[in-house]
């Protein structure tokens, strides 16, 4: 059985869009965003995070760029592209179907 915080593959990529589609944010902001989003129900580790920003990246889906963080640091911040936002709309339509179907599967059952 699956742990609670374990995602669909792909379901991170969703998550990460929907979350710069707020704003720019670094890697580690994505990350407590997404904790608290959901409420401390779902974390996404360095090691699934950081690979998934770069899948976006390369995908031109989002872009990122290094500034001075509050803290006074260099940091890496992202923002969705315009290509990024189309993909947003396209994985949130899909995202809805997945679920309805499932939990037309589980209600009937």
Known sequence: MSKPTAL?????????LKILDLEPRTGWTISQRLRQMSNETLQASHGSLYPALHKLEHEGWIRGEWKVSDTGRQAKFYSLTRAGRRQLRMEAANWTRLSEAING???SA
């Open 8 to 16: 669909l593959q792909g379901t991170l990529y969703l998550l990460i």
């Open 105 to 107: 599967i589980l209600e």
